[in-house]
């Protein structure tokens, strides 16, 4: 039992999972006082959905929110009675509550009483069906987009600028709106929504020993992340344990993950100072990395290597021989260039001061990961709750409190430099035996969930099983939740073309938070 459970009076039950994580049904009262009592704690919100529980029309919605604390995660429920539709509002203690309220409101049209920004999200009204998330989703000709109600800065000399929603080369689709004085940037609001998939719906239709397919490939940078959050949700759901050769795989392969995306991350940061070396240097260095997991795993990005039950790979002496030379590697390279990026002062005059987010502000806003380090929130799953293999590894939590780009970048390197010492060390322990159990399809009514600290910050994953052994619900949360709002502070007072580099220096995901 937590210190939440003793303040509230809450009974919560602790599920079958590697990590401290507890489910709990709550009243509305409970549900109200939950969050301040968490905000005092020093806890933080981790996610918050909805989902629809009604049997031939009877029953109600449900609100469920997931809080990080100390001694762990605790998922709280809320069931509506009857015919309600509303919910007591988080947003008022928890800023980034905000954004997942409306969403909320445009899958399933239960709303958080109290709360004034009404404004669509996800919903561009553009969908077949309203509220698809519903069990009975109305089907109808899509509606006529309608112009997006901006917050209008008005003032002698103020400006407009729209970017997007399309943009240049190949990123995916977000408008931005700008509103400046000269070059400076008085305020930013975000549109995402755009590349919206329906894969919360899509999960409804799939068998749980199916779906985790599903999940990786939610963001395809994050694919192993959203693999084990999944399974581990489906293994706690079924009372499985993946076998202990399996789960040092799956670290090996969530580090490397978080390689890839660090050395693709450094050459991009360093081209849009423009220093197109640094891209061509990194660029090869990728490159070389994927070329690798491809040979060793069967696909650049891993994908479908995190199965439930284990791996779906194993590997060989030669195979682990080759990952441990890669990393002697390229950290001999990556050593390198971070003393060009340290030196080059036309980079350093791009990156230090710019975007800069204050402690302070990251707290108050839950800025939460890579970039909640970089700006003295220290917080990495791998070092506060950590599970199998972790626990035997003794994660080196890599943090700083500039809260500019460049602490962004220091955090890159450190963070490169850590993973390449826990590959190393997870291809020298790596035990004997299975790579792979045989997991039975979960029972009617159960709930699971995962918790994985993925290389942009905590990935979630809920998963309730329904009457007939289907899927219910099953919520995919990405770290991108939290921060897009932040990004829209930290550009505030930096000149528009300093926009690139910090929306780059945080790289949040689009294809994971429009699912």
Same mark, same amino acid.
């Given at each position: 039992?937590?210190?939440?459970?003793?303040?509230?009076?809450?009974?919560?039950?602790?599920?079958?999972?590697?990590?401290?994580?507890?489910?709990?049904?709550?009243?509305?009262?409970?549900?109200?006082?939950?969050?301040?009592?968490?905000?005092?704690?020093?806890?933080?919100?981790? *996610?918050?959905?909805?989902?629809?529980?009604?049997?031939?029309?009877?029953?109600?919605?449900?609100?469920?929110?997931?809080?990080?604390?100390?001694?762990? =995660?605790?998922?709280?429920?809320?069931?509506?009675?009857?015919?309600?539709?509303?919910?007591?509002?988080?947003?008022?203690?928890?800023?980034?509550?905000?954004?997942?309220?409306?969403?909320?409101?445009?899958?399933?049209?239960?709303?958080?009483?109290?709360?004034?920004?009404?404004?669509?999200?996800?919903?561009?009204?553009?969908? %077949?069906?309203?509220?698809?998330?519903?069990?009975?989703?109305?089907?109808?000709?899509?509606?006529?987009?309608?112009?997006?109600?901006?917050? /209008?800065?008005?003032?002698?000399?103020?400006?407009? @600028?729209?970017?997007?929603?399309?943009?240049?080369?190949? @990123?995916?689709?977000?408008?931005? /709106?700008?509103?400046?004085?000269?070059?400076?940037?008085?305020?930013?609001?975000?549109?995402?929504?755009?590349?919206?998939?329906?894969?919360?719906? +899509?999960?409804?239709?799939?068998?749980?020993?199916?779906?985790?397919?599903? *999940?990786?490939?939610?963001?395809?940078?994050? %694919?192993?992340?959203?693999?084990?959050?999944?399974? !581990?949700?489906?293994?706690?759901?079924?009372?499985?344990? *993946?076998?202990?050769?399996?789960?040092? =795989?799956?670290?090996? !392969?969530?580090?490397?993950?978080?390689?890839?995306?660090?050395?693709?991350?450094?050459?991009?940061?360093?081209?849009?100072?423009?220093?197109?070396?640094?891209?061509?240097?990194?660029?090869?260095?990728?490159?070389?990395?994927?070329?690798?997991?491809?040979?060793?795993?069967?696909? #650049?990005?891993? !994908?479908?290597?995190?199965?439930?039950?284990?791996?779906?790979?194993?590997?060989?002496?030669?195979?682990?021989?080759?990952? %441990?030379?890669?990393?002697?590697?390229?950290?001999?390279?990556? +050593?390198?260039?971070?003393?060009?990026?340290?030196?080059?002062?036309?980079?350093?005059?791009?990156?230090?001061?710019?975007?800069?987010?204050?402690?302070?502000?990251?707290?108050?806003?839950?800025?939460?990961?890579?970039?909640?380090?970089?700006?003295?929130? +220290?917080?990495?799953?791998?070092?506060?709750?950590?599970?199998?293999?972790?626990?035997?590894?003794?994660?080196? !939590?890599?943090?700083?409190?500039?809260?500019?780009?460049?602490?962004?970048?220091?955090? #890159?390197?450190?963070?490169?430099?850590?993973?390449?010492?826990?590959?190393?060390?997870?291809?020298?322990?790596?035990?004997?035996? *299975?790579?792979?159990?045989?997991?039975?399809?979960?029972?009617?009514?159960?709930?699971?969930?995962?918790? @994985?600290?993925?290389?942009?910050?905590?990935?979630?994953?809920?998963?309730?099983?329904?009457?007939?052994?289907?899927?219910?619900?099953?919520?995919?949360?990405?770290?991108?939740?939290?921060?897009?709002?932040?990004?829209?502070?930290?550009? @505030?007072?930096?000149?528009?073309?300093?926009?690139?580099?910090?929306?780059?220096?945080?790289?949040?995901?689009?294809?994971?938070?429009? =699912?």
């Amino acid at each position: 039992m937590s210190a939440l459970d003793l303040d509230l009076g809450l009974s919560s039950t602790q599920l079958p999972a590697p990590l401290p994580i507890r489910h709990c049904s709550v009243t509305a009262d409970q549900w109200r006082a939950a969050a301040p009592a968490v905000a005092r704690s020093g806890g933080r919100l981790v *996610a918050l959905w909805g989902g629809d529980r009604r049997v031939n029309e009877a029953g109600g919605f449900a609100v469920s929110a997931a809080y990080a604390l100390h001694d762990g =995660l605790v998922w709280l429920d809320l069931a509506l009675p009857p015919g309600a539709l509303t919910y007591p509002d988080l947003a008022a203690v928890f800023p980034g509550a905000a954004r997942m309220q409306r969403a909320t409101a445009d899958l399933l049209g239960i709303t958080a009483d109290a709360f004034d920004d009404h404004r669509p999200w996800l919903d561009h009204r553009v969908w %077949t069906h309203a509220f698809p998330l519903r069990r009975t989703a109305a089907e109808g000709p899509p509606g006529l987009p309608r112009d997006y109600p901006f917050v /209008r800065v008005e003032g002698d000399g103020v400006h407009e @600028i729209p970017v997007g929603p399309v943009h240049a080369g190949i @990123i995916e689709p977000g408008h931005f /709106r700008f509103s400046v004085v000269g070059e400076k940037v008085l305020r930013l609001e975000q549109r995402l929504g755009y590349t919206h998939k329906g894969i919360e719906r +899509r999960f409804t239709e799939l068998p749980p020993l199916e779906a985790h397919r599903l *999940a990786g490939r939610v963001s395809g940078d994050s %694919t192993v992340g959203f693999a084990w959050a999944y399974c !581990m949700a489906l293994e706690a759901a079924s009372v499985c344990a *993946a076998p202990p050769r399996s789960r040092w =795989l799956r670290a090996l !392969m969530l580090e490397r993950e978080r390689v890839a995306n660090h050395l693709g991350d450094l050459g991009a940061l360093g081209n849009d100072a423009a220093f197109g070396f640094g891209l061509a240097q990194f660029s090869r260095l990728r490159e070389d990395w994927l070329r690798l997991a491809n040979e060793v795993f069967g696909h #650049r990005l891993m !994908m479908d290597c995190v199965v439930p039950g284990g791996s779906s790979v194993d590997l060989d002496e030669p195979a682990i021989g080759r990952l %441990t030379r890669q990393c002697d590697a390229v950290e001999t390279e990556v +050593r390198a260039l971070r003393a060009i990026y340290d030196e080059h002062a036309g980079l350093q005059d791009r990156f230090i001061t710019t975007g800069r987010v204050t402690p302070e502000l990251a707290a108050t806003l839950g800025l939460t990961g890579l970039a909640g380090r970089a700006s003295g929130q +220290r917080a990495d799953l791998r070092c506060d709750q950590p599970w199998s293999p972790y626990d035997q590894l003794e994660v080196g !939590m890599a943090s700083h409190r500039n809260g500019d780009v460049a602490a962004r970048v220091t955090l #890159r390197f450190d963070e490169t430099f850590e993973s390449l010492r826990l590959i190393r060390a997870l291809c020298d322990g790596l035990p004997g035996g *299975a790579v792979r159990a045989d997991v039975s399809a979960p029972a009617a009514g159960a709930i699971g969930a995962g918790w @994985i600290e993925g290389w942009r910050g905590e990935i979630f994953v809920a998963l309730e099983i329904g009457a007939n052994g289907e899927i219910g619900r099953c919520h995919c949360h990405d770290p991108s939740w939290h921060n897009w709002p932040v990004l829209e502070h930290a550009v @505030i007072g930096n000149i528009v073309p300093d926009f690139p580099l910090i929306n780059k220096s945080f790289n949040l995901s689009y294809s994971g938070h429009d =699912l």
